[in-house]
């Protein structure tokens, strides 16, 4: 066990490794990076303002060593600064982190909440109403881009019932209770209850409903899969109750393949949440690194790709471990 | 009577009976789940689309001021020519035909699509086969190297390509193929494994056979099926992911017609002008939807063993 969590401990490391390197290989690729800061001939640049950044950007240094310079800034939370508004990168992201775990938090509740028991409903209910509601709700789930559904949804609960907010709010959640415990300032969590739930709404919507599709065609194929097994049988000829067969017997092993898609899913969602950001201007990661794609603000871009990364590897890091507790026939070997 | 009670054969169940609407609807979509109807229809629309892009005798780039916003079926009188020309799906905010950019797009969407799927397929399986035929130490790195692929986030890597490259067809069908291939190689690798453990591979071996022809001529044929059933359901992924980039700015650029970008382009007219986006999403939706159909069938039909993908 312990030399698996190693195992899988360095091939997390040597992935972040190979991410910062693309990341800075193709910062490199951009062509001079000087010409970020300072145009050629544009106003007021001249050959010393050219030797500064060179100085500045160690340029003067070889390649490998310009790498290990600029992880070291990145391990000590140094991203640099933006190149509009010269603000500090870790500063710029640090405020926009927890609005997109809000985000991606509810939307993973959510989508656990409908797509599971939707699927063994449809499972055990093969041919009802219910079978094809779900099925229905699967087709659109993975047929519909998310952009799609974010713009039907804006349509018809924002613009024609105007029931919904189309954007985002100022309350948030999770921020609030952040806040609250550093600070002592609870405001925006009664502000959440009293009517900031509903800019959640749209977005999470949004995030869910692809997500609930896949746990619903995967918890309905392993619940189809487990109630035609042995020990159902064997279940259910020896009395024991509908109701206990399923929920109990079946269920149990049924959820294995759910609950490994869970992390993956999370993980999903933490691109996923880049359209959805970007449609509903929900101020978060992804609405950042778009916004850089348009300014062309490269440290914020490979400031939040980092970012996205590491959350990236320590979600598969987190649920390799957890494959185990959830099965275990699973061996670490 | 009837032929059919003459010779015997019975209505299906679901025309028969006294059902409940619902039930009987079932019945007709299980028709239609037999054969591929559908999904090869609106494909087929889809390469008509494509096809005959430039009938509507339209510009699908050219702004026209006088047609901004134009709503269905309006038909605007040119003031030179006197012509009548009709926008059937309405016109975009610069008063271009949504119907000339939306085939134009599908034109587009199709290429784009070909290209990045057949490389994308070859690439995988090429990697696949040697991984799997080579084994031993190959087979690991080859394998090492695939997990570290599967753990870089696609759309993170298309926005800072977007940024280092200026986008283009050229950058976006680079990308859509290094998203595609991966698919394929732990089936292929899967197959090939058991597959170079039959007699008829060491036959080929005593006789003399090549790497490269035990490769490409006994070994592809086998895994051929599983490639087609992959890719059939890569390729909606694809088509996703191409219309996400387009939508987000780091797809080809515009003022080229591509089916995400018009959706991106009219999201903000929606109160105004709906038909710029809806129409071109509904076109995303359907064509995905016919692909996802389509490689179940396949699936279902050439290799059930794959019923976990895509599940």
Sequence with gaps: ?333 | MTLSTKIGVDKPSYLERNLPLYKQLIGVVRFFQRWPVIPIFMLSILVLLAVFADVTGYDPELPALRDRTLPLFSEPVDPLTKDLTRHWLGADQFGRDTLTRIMHGARITLYVLLISAVSGTIIGTTYGLVAGFFGGIVDDILMRILDLVYSIPFLLLALVAAVVFDPSLLVVIVLLAFLAWPAFVRNVRAEVLTLKERDYIMYARVAGASRVRLLLTHLLPGVINTVIVIATLRIGQLILAEASLSFLGAGVPPPTPVWGALVAEGRDYLNSAWWVSMFPSVGIFLVVMSLNFLGDWFRDRFDPRLRQLGS
């Design chain 1, 1 to 333: 066990m312990g030399k698996y969590i190693l195992r899988r401990f360095l091939f997390s490391f040597f992935t972040l490794i190979g991410a910062t390197a693309i990341v800075f290989g193709l910062s490199r690729a951009v062509g001079d990076p000087r010409d970020l800061f300072a145009q050629e001939g544009g106003y007021g640049v001249t050959e010393e303002t050219y030797e500064h950044l060179t100085k500045m950007l160690n340029l003067d240094k070889p390649l490998y060593m310009q790498y290990f310079i600029w992880l070291g800034k990145t391990v000590r939370g140094d991203l640099g600064r933006s190149l509009l508004g010269q603000k500090d990168v870790a500063d710029l992201i640090g405020e926009k982190v927890l609005n997109t775990l809000e985000l991606t938090i509810f939307s993973w509740i959510l989508s656990t909440l409908i797509g599971i028991p939707l699927g063994v409903i449809s499972a055990i209910k093969r041919g009802s109403i219910w079978d094809w509601a779900g099925r229905f709700l699967a087709l659109i789930g993975q047929a519909a881009p998310p952009f799609v559904i974010a713009i039907v949804g804006i349509l018809i609960f924002a613009v024609k019932l105007g029931w919904l907010p189309a954007g985002s709010g100022e309350s948030y959640l999770i921020k609030g209770v952040f806040r609250g415990i550093s600070s002592g300032d609870f405001s925006l969590v009664p502000a959440f209850f009293s009517g900031g739930w509903k800019h959640y709404v749209l977005p999470v919507g949004t995030l869910g409903l692809a997500a609930s599709a896949s746990y619903l065609r995967l918890t309905r194929s392993s619940m189809l899969e487990i109630l035609d097994s042995e020990y159902i049988k064997l279940a259910r000829a020896k009395g024991v109750p509908e109701r206990v067969v399923i929920w109990k017997h079946a269920l149990k092993n049924a959820l294995i393949p759910p609950l490994t898609l869970a992390a993956l899913i999370f993980v999903g969602f933490l691109t996923g949440t880049i359209i959805v950001e970007t449609v509903f201007v929900w101020p978060g990661l992804g609405l950042l690194a778009t916004t850089a794609v348009s300014e062309n603000d490269f440290p914020v871009m490979t400031g939040s790709v980092l970012l996205f990364a590491v959350f990236y590897a320590i979600v598969i890091f987190i649920s390799d471990l957890t494959y185990g507790l959830v099965d275990p026939r699973i061996r670490y070997s």
